[in-house]
């Protein structure tokens, strides 16, 4: 693949480039989407029916035993090359933030550390009532554990139908798309706000847009490069052209 000359020499050049990430990396690793992720026992449900505040005051503990049963399915999956790519240009550039859209932890399993977490992450739970984190609970009680702070139910930290995103992350999201230099958007559809607004607020304020898609998006127009393949495969191409050939 040949990337052209002056975007080679832009990221090599830049000290400030941020990546916003969805879906589509994760696909890439073998993970299904929400959506043809229900097989089995849970193909009964629609996700909407299971990932609101309304389901869980209804049912705490189906709604449990589905994010159990989702994080046993994460437990099988390893990031891709697109994932350590983006650990890669993490050492590279000076000022690199990541943003996803995804809860997997794949991005940090990869070893991405600065990583802002719009839809929060499977991976963690924490108290309904208080917001405490836990670190350790049990996925094969009989009822859904309980905060050891207050008593309240426990829940995955991440970001249900009808929940606001939270509002530290979203606004180191947008300060950080309105003053980068760089901004890579992969594996995203483009449609799902508030997101898809942060690469329109990056190319409104002069940023440099990547795009990496399997297909065109709302986004490719305006994207200064694009790129329509695996994330995984071009992106650790890029990373070698930039930062490992002609150095
Ligand atoms: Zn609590």
Known sequence: MNFAPELISLLRGTSKLVALTGAGVSQESGLRTFRDAQTGLWAQYKPEELASPEAFRRDPKLVWDWYAWRREAVKGVR???????????????PEFILITQNVDGLHHMAGNRKLIE??????????????????????DTESVPQCLVCGGLLRPDVVWFGEPLPRDQLEAAVEA???????????????VQPAASLAFAAHNRGAVVVE?????????????YAFH???????????????????
């Open 177 to 191: 798309a309105r003053t980068c230099e760089v901004f890579f958007s992969i594996g995203t559809s483009g449609v």
């Open 79 to 93: 990031p891709n090359p697109g994932h350590y790519a983006l650990a890669e240009m993490a050492k590279r550039v």
């Open 229 to 247: 393949g695996k994330s995984g495969e071009i992106l650790p191409k890029l990373v070698t052209a930039v930062w490992e050939n002609g150095r």
């Open 212 to 224: 990496i898609n399997a297909e065109p998006t709302p986004l490719t127009p305006k994207a200064n």
């Open 118 to 139: 719009l839809h929060g992450n499977i991976q963690r739970v924490r108290c309904a009532e208080c917001y405490t984190l836990t670190e350790t609970w049990g996925d």
